[in-house]
Every structure is written in structure tokens, then in C-alpha cells.
């Protein structure tokens, strides 16, 4: 999170909806890690009752590990949490590409919302949160997540739909989802580092 | 995407590929830059 923001919540208490909102929509908007997540969940999806059921697995997962874990003040490792994000992406991914398929494509969104949950967790957690409040405000970043997801999916769905018009769709649809998979690794070896280090 | 053998190699060739790409991002840019640790020596 940034510094200014991280100042300003450490120093207010109480409910606060609108700081709250715009801290958990930004978090989902301005984290690569959760697009490049969505991204490859919507990759195929074309009917809106589908998009409507994994996303809301998706966010079922990460709402119940959010709420669970600041309020539980459970500390889970940063790093080792981003590192299993990272490899969400190249899980879904390797999916996408049909090359692996042990388990039901919505019991592993569920499972990685748990996952991602916890990232939003730790974020929360790091900085001095006022016990004033909390389960409003945390339920308020929630939402917040959720609007900012919402809008991250507008603009994910336009760019794949229009993508699907492109000729040879099916090597572009191959290659995004090896850049996924790269992607991912990276994400992996980036948080692993950090674990390793710390 | 991919149901005949000859298909599936070549998308093993490009995963492996994907992966030595990863391998040379992380290796090159990520450890110099948030790590301080610099095993290619080209930040130096």
C-alpha cells in the first residue's frame, strides 16, 4: 500500500465508508497479481451467467479469508502468500491451455479466493488499524474490492471479446495465455525471494 | 487448443521456453532491483 495511504489510515479512527471503498477498489485495480488472476478466469467465458458464477466464487473465496483474517488478527507471511497468488496465475493458465484439469475449474477459483484473500488480509494488516471499527471498515474495503473488480472486469471483457475477433484467435489465444504463465512465474520467484530472504 | 501428441510437444517447448523467460526476468531484473542481489553483474 502506498506511503500516503498508509499514513492516513494509521491515523484515523471510527467508521470510515469512503476511504475504506477507495482503498479496496484500488488495491483490485492497480493489483497486476489479481488481473492477470481474472484475467485468465474470464479468458474463455463468454456467457454472462459463467463470468457471474466464477467471479463470485472467486470473490466469495477472498471475502471469507479477507474478513477471517484481519478480524481473527491472524498473521499469515506476506511473501508466502504472494508466492501461492503467483502460481494461481500459472495454475489457471496451464487451465486455460489444457494442460492440466484434476480439479473442477470453480473449486480452484473458490480455492485460490481463498488464497487472494489473505494477500488483501496482510495488506490490511500491515499497517495500524484502529479497533474502532474495524468490521465496518473492513466490510467496507470489502466492497470496495468488489466495485474495483467489477470495474477491472469491464475493461478485461472488452479487450478479450475483442480479441476473439482477431484472426488466427486460437495461436493469440495460446501465446496470452503462455505470457499468463510467464507472468506468473515471475510473480512466484518474485514473493519467493522475498520469503526466502526475510 | 492442443489434441494431437505432435501439438502437445510443441506447447511443452514453449512452456519450458516461458519458463527460461521467467527464469531470465527474475535472474536479470527482479533480484538486482528489489533484492540488491546481482548474479549477472550488468547492474554493477
Known sequence: ?198 | MSEHPEQRSRLGVKLFSSSLVAGVVLVGAVLPAEYGIDPTGIGA
Open chain 1, 1 to 198: 500500500m502506498a506511503g500516503s495511504d498508509q499514513a492516513f489510515l494509521s491515523a484515523v479512527t471510527g467508521v470510515q465508508p469512503f476511504p475504506y471503498l477507495y482503498l479496496g477498489a484500488k488495491h483490485m485495480v492497480t493489483g497486476y497479481d489479481h488481473l492477470a488472476y481474472l484475467a485468465g478466469v474470464i479468458f474463455f467465458l463468454t456467457r454472462f451467467r459463467d463470468i457471474a458464477t466464477f467471479v463470485s466464487l472467486f470473490a466469495l473465496g477472498h471475502s471469507i479469508t479477507l474478513l477471517f483474517g484481519v478480524l481473527s488478527g491472524l498473521h499469515v507471511n506476506a511473501s508466502l502468500v504472494d508466492a501461492i497468488i503467483g502460481l494461481s496465475v500459472c495454475y489457471k493458465a496451464l487451465e486455460n491451455l489444457k494442460v492440466i484439469s484434476f480439479l473442477d475449474p470453480r473449486a480452484a477459483v473458490f480455492g485460490f479466493g481463498l488464497v487472494h484473500g489473505f494477500g488483501l488480509s496482510t495488506k490490511l494488516q500491515d499497517i495500524a488499524l484502529s479497533p474502532d471499527g474495524l468490521l465496518a471498515n473492513m466490510i467496507f474495503f470489502n466492497i470496495g474490492v468488489e466495485i474495483g473488480q467489477v470495474l477491472a472486469l469491464v475493461v478485461l471483457f472488452a479487450a478479450l471479446s475483442r480479441m476473439r475477433h482477431l484472426r488466427r484467435y486460437g495461436t493469440v489465444a495460446e501465446n496470452a495465455n503462455l505470457l499468463l504463465f510467464t507472468a506468473g512465474l515471475v510473480l512466484f520467484g518474485t514473493h519467493a525471494a522475498g520469503f526466502l530472504m526475510a
